[in-house]
Each structure stands twice: as C-alpha cells, then as structure tokens.
C-alpha cells in the first residue's frame, strides 16, 4: 500500500519540477526579449549594473585591504573578497550580455574601481557591503527575470556578509 502513494508522491514532485523550470524558462525568455531593445532603457541598465559592479569591486579590495587591520578576520575577509570579485564577475558578463558583446566578452572596470584603497576597518567594510545589499535590493526591484535574480542574489550575499562573516 505504501508503493502506490510514495509513487504518487514522486510523480507529482517531478510535475512541479518540470512546470517550474518551464516557468522559469519563460520568465527569462521574456526578460531577455524585453532587455536587447537596444533602447535608452537598456543603456540605462547598462550603467546601474556597471555601477554595481564597481560596488562589488570596492568591497572586494576594502575586505582585502582591511586584513593588514584585522588578520584574525583573514577568513572572513578574504570569502567576502573572493565572492564580492565573483559578483563583479558575474555583472560583468551580464552587461556584456546587455550590450550584445556575447559569450566571454565582459566589460572593463573603471579606472576609480582599480585604484588601491587604503585599508578600511571592520565596520566600514560591513557599512558598505549593508550599502552594496541595499543598493543591489533597490535595483533587483526595478528589474526582471535573470537580473532581477541576479542582483537580488548579490544583494542577500551582502547582507549575510555583513551580518554573519563580520558580526
């Protein structure tokens, strides 16, 4: 008797599976059909996540930066480092994408973001990663599909930085 339900169980699981990645599929179908108008929209868009960029490039060498002040944090700091590079990473090729530049191309970060800065404590680091989760929500908010995920992701990261890596 067990079988049939534990069957039943699992059948309707996978249904849900596969109407939820067919949604999401959909989802970004269409915000991919929505974002490469080529408008003044899209070059809008452009702009705010190469602002987020730039963000994530700050954080990352902030925390870098910041172990000479706290090297009994060096575990801490060089995650937040290595994830806030992975997010510049990943806004990157969605602006490549934006702007039609395909697969491996990605855009150059501005010369403001490459610059070395000065060793930040810890409270300015987990200051500008709240900053950078606040900044990333409010953006997620005007977006859809990949991005708005994309950038709601990074936002949640930032917020687990500050709050469980720097407490």
Sequence with gaps: MLTPLSTTSHSRRSALKIAGAASIGAIAF????????GSAQAAVEVDQLTSQADRARADAAAASNSIALAPERVA????????RTAHADA??????????????TTSTPSASSTAPAAPAGIDAVRASLAESARSAADLARTTSGYRAGLLGSISAACATQAAVLLP
């Design 91 to 104: 806004l990157d090729a969605e602006i490549a994408r934006a702007a039609g530049g395909g697969a491996g």
């Design 30 to 37: 269409a915000a991919t059909a929505c974002t490469d108008n």
């Design 76 to 83: 801490a700091l060089t995650t937040i480092s290595a994830e």
